[in-house]
């Protein structure tokens, strides 16, 4: 009897350890997503900030410009001002929308006038733009109702000790879709790693700053190839943006 009743509680205290790890991850789960928002200024400032300017500089695939790219962007409506210098050394202003791929090409102040040759740029730069946003908002792709992500565990980076976190947001907000494991430190909420799941290599993510609206996002990201460093030398949000600048050259 004294056996049954001993293997009872052990069973019952088991049970228990197992629904407080249950309920603690759930708990961990909410949390972690309070602190990734938080870390950048809030969700609510992230929805409700509108025109970004911003510039790139790195990557190893630039296939259409080289050096500095230069962006205006109204997230609402997708209306973008890119500038920047072709790799032909030729300079090029493309006013087009992230959302339908369509606009207007001026090569070296010249618009263009053939079609399927605006396009093609058009489609270039679009792509640019999808890389060059993809990094810079990368904390925000939690947002919409696409999004999905599971916590992981965690793991001793350096002398951190980051929650690893899959994250899987087929539309994001800045058009582009972002999967892989993004490490975050817990006690600050701000993202320190990033693994997209169709790459070896991983950034390491730094020079957290001050845009503009209440939000703080990350400007470097250095590779763990070692050869591999984008920064954003400009990246600020605006209140206006005058709209001739997605108009006219």
């Not at 991850?25 to 509108?50: C, F, H, P, Y």
């Not at 080289?66 to 962006?71: F, L, M, P, S, T």
């Not at 919409?144 to 916590?151: L, M, R």
């Not at 070896?200 to 209440?214: A, E, L, R, V, Y």
């Amino acid at each position: 009897m004294m056996h049954n009743f001993v293997k009872f509680i052990l069973n019952l205290f088991t049970a228990l350890l197992a629904f407080a790890a249950i309920v603690q991850g759930q708990v961990s789960d909410s949390d972690i997503e309070t602190k990734l928002w938080d870390a950048i200024g809030g969700k609510k400032n992230w929805e409700d900030a509108r025109y970004f300017m911003f510039s790139c500089v790195g990557r190893e695939d630039e296939s259409f410009a080289q050096g500095e790219r230069k962006y205006l962007w109204d997230k609402k409506t997708g209306s973008c001002r890119f500038e920047g210098i072709t790799t032909d050394d030729e300079a090029a202003i493309v006013l087009f929308n992230t959302k339908t791929a369509e606009g207007t090409v001026y090569i070296n102040g010249v618009k263009l006038d053939n079609p399927r040759t605006t396009a093609d740029v058009i489609a270039e730069v679009s792509d640019e733009f999808e890389k060059d946003a993809y990094l810079l908002f990368l904390p925000t792709a939690l947002c919409g109702g696409q999004a999905s992500y599971t916590v992981t565990g965690e793991k001793l980076v350096g002398t951190q000790r980051l929650v690893v976190i899959n994250i899987k947001n087929p539309k994001t907000s800045f058009e582009t879709p972002v999967e892989g494991q993004l490490y975050v430190d817990l006690q600050t909420g701000q993202a320190k790693r990033w693994r997209a799941s169709n790459n070896t290599n991983h950034f390491t993510i730094s020079g957290f700053k001050d845009i503009g609206g209440g939000l703080v996002l990350p400007t470097r990201f250095t590779g763990s190839d070692a050869s591999t460093s984008i920064t954003y030398p400009i990246a600020a949000a605006l209140v206006n943006i005058e709209e001739q600048k997605f108009i006219k050259p």
